[in-house]
């Protein structure tokens, strides 16, 4: 069995440090993985993506996925190609915060479903944003996305509560690892504090409780990767 | 227990000190920056020097000097910083001094640097170009033993995507044969008696010691050159048993070509893919005897630059089959590796405009 997930986002926001976490957590469960990172010269604001391939044993992949089963979205700015890479019964987990109104026009559906005054923790924080609040069928015009199913989540509202508005990557991450059950919690955990350099040990504790929000944020293999992704 | 997860630039670094590398230096340029900076980590613990030049220029001449000592040697760069070494390449060339240049691309656009030599004179780099992470790896390791064996400077055309892609790599020492010793070096074994050596490109030696000379010097080197051209060309194919359509592509190109070439024959069509491996020598009868040997009807040409190796596979070709290009400039937004035309979906497409579209013979 092998997944993929696409992370997209702009720089500074963790894309790659998220990927690098849920590469090393799968490699860290003896499963095989690759990562295949994306950015500009820029530190901050530009395009920055991530692919992660994840395969019990054998993997064989490009580097640049020609179609992903999932996807991650922290900013809506570049999130376009990768939409049109998803496969049907894929998940996509997004940062309600930025990220609602963006995937749902490109739906064709209106924003006032999660406009920002509805993606308060309450509504979105524990993933009220599955099916039922806004169907299975949220298709774009041209069914680039057709029957993919959606967890919203609003990790810069939780990372912000936590007092760590840095780590809504880690918010969306352990929302991602949870809903999907594609590496667990702790060892996302771990895999985060071996890639948090020493100079940075100081939010190595915000990260850690940042991706347990995330994880309890949403339905535990409410999205299950293993059952859901044939080889 | 599956290999633990390495960058590229990282498992060459790891195979780079596999092979005795004990010297490198360079200048940072993305996205070969990664590469200098796991040699600067990794060479002092193993009792190598890994030096940050002030440029490129600088850099190569270091590497040329301690190679010269009898070490082994890299340097490395993108194909800009690598246009600034031609001429330190050059005279390791002619003068037979060997170390390994690591190009970290921004593209494919380096293959004419890669494979005509680049500076001044009668000289070729052997230039293996990997598909992958794992294949960089192996490469490497030739690369240093192929540059010792041949007293040359050999070159990785490697790019973003080797450099910067994470995946479970093992990297393990391999026995790659004896080699000649390097009895050349300029190692200070002679213990000061005097009797200095030269490494000189005319070969004239001393007026109490006359050298071959240049005529013959050169004449070595261009038999040197035609024997590793006749015996070093390194080759991959995919599917081409019966295949109407050959696509020829290199490097990190090639796994997209292969996957579409797996696409496509699940739907009926008759076709494979030729890679060269080494860039230089083209593995010329290779891909001619596939030509040859199967009902070749054209031989497409995929490589995201505005047409370099295809002067190479028509040369191979030799009007055996039509040669069409169908790759072409594609550069992403960064800058820093190719753009939107390196895509299963892109190929996918000009492949099949290709094959509608078969030209007369």
């Known amino acids: 069995m092998q997944a993929e997930v696409i992370l997209t986002g702009i720089g500074g926001q963790g894309v790659q440090l998220c990927a690098k976490a849920l590469a090393m957590a799968a490699v860290a469960e003896g499963r095989e993985a690759l990562l295949s990172s994306h950015y500009g010269g820029e530190m901050r604001g530009g395009q920055t993506e991530a692919s992660v391939v994840v395969a019990d044993a054998g993997l064989r992949s490009l580097p640049i996925l020609p179609s992903t089963w999932s996807a991650f979205v922290m900013h809506p700015a570049h999130w376009a190609p990768v939409a049109a890479k998803l496969r049907p019964g894929g998940v996509v987990v997004a940062n309600a915060d930025l990220v609602a109104g963006e995937l749902l026009a490109l739906d064709g559906v209106g924003n006032d479903l999660v406009g920002n005054d509805l993606v308060g923790n309450d509504l979105v924080g524990n993933d009220l944003v599955g099916n039922d609040l806004v169907g299975n069928d949220l298709v774009g015009d041209d069914g680039a996305t057709s029957g993919c199913a959606r967890v919203l989540v609003a990790a810069e509202s939780i990372a912000g509560e936590l007092g760590a508005p840095m780590a809504a990557g880690f918010v969306l991450l352990g929302a991602y690892a949870s809903a999907t059950g594609m590496v667990g919690t702790a060892s996302l955990v771990a895999a985060m504090r071996d890639l948090v350099p020493p100079y940075r040990a100081q939010h190595v504790e915000a990260n850690e409780r940042a991706i347990v929000a995330g994880a309890a944020a949403v339905a535990p293999g409410s999205h299950p990767v293993w059952t859901a992704v044939t080889a | ?361």
């Open chain 2, 1 to 361: 227990m599956p290999a633990s997860l390495m960058q590229g630039s990282a498992a060459v670094a790891e195979a780079a000190v596999a092979a005795g590398c004990r010297f490198f230096a360079g200048y940072p340029m993305l996205p070969f920056t990664d590469l200098l900076e796991h040699m600067a980590r990794r060479l002092p613990e193993v009792g190598g020097v890994c030096m940050n030049a002030e440029s490129e220029i600088e850099g190569v001449n270091m590497v040329l000097g301690a190679a010269a000592a009898g070490a082994r040697a890299a340097t490395g760069s993108c194909g800009q910083g690598i246009a600034l070494m031609q001429e330190a390449v050059a005279e390791a060339a002619l003068n037979e001094v060997p170390f390994v240049v690591f190009n970290m691309a921004r593209g494919q656009q380096d293959y004419f640097q890669a494979t005509r030599g680049g500076g001044w004179g009668d000289y070729r780099t052997i230039t293996l170009a990997p598909a992958d992470v794992g294949e960089a790896v192996e490469h490497t390791q030739l690369l240093f033993h192929l540059a010792d064996r041949y007293r040359a400077p050999t070159v990785l055309y490697g790019d973003y995507l080797v450099a910067h892609t994470h995946m479970g790599v093992e990297v393990e020492q391999r026995d790659l044969g004896p080699l000649p010793d390097k009895d050349w070096a300029l190692d200070g074994t002679r213990g000061g008696t005097g009797r200095s050596r030269q490494i000189w490109t005319w070969a004239m030696g001393r007026t109490d010691a006359p050298g071959p000379g240049p005529d013959a010097h050169w004449r070595r080197l261009a038999d040197k050159f035609d024997g590793i051209a006749a015996t070093e060309a390194r080759s991959a194919q995919h599917r081409t048993d019966d295949a109407e359509h050959l696509i020829v592509s290199f490097g990190t190109s090639a796994p997209f070509v292969d996957h579409v070439v797996d696409e496509l024959r699940a739907d009926g069509h008759r076709i494979g893919s030729f890679r060269p491996v080494t860039l230089w020598p083209f593995p010329e009868a290779a891909l001619a005897a596939t030509v040859a040997a199967g009902p070749c009807a054209q031989v497409l040409v995929f490589e995201v630059n505005a047409g370099q190796m295809i002067d190479d596979v028509r040369l191979a070709v030799a009007g055996r089959a039509p040669v069409r290009p169908i790759g072409g400039v594609s550069i992403d937004g960064s800058g820093m590796r190719q753009g939107a035309l390196l895509s299963a979906a892109a190929i996918r497409d000009r492949v099949l405009a290709a094959i509608e579209e078969v030209p007369s013979p």
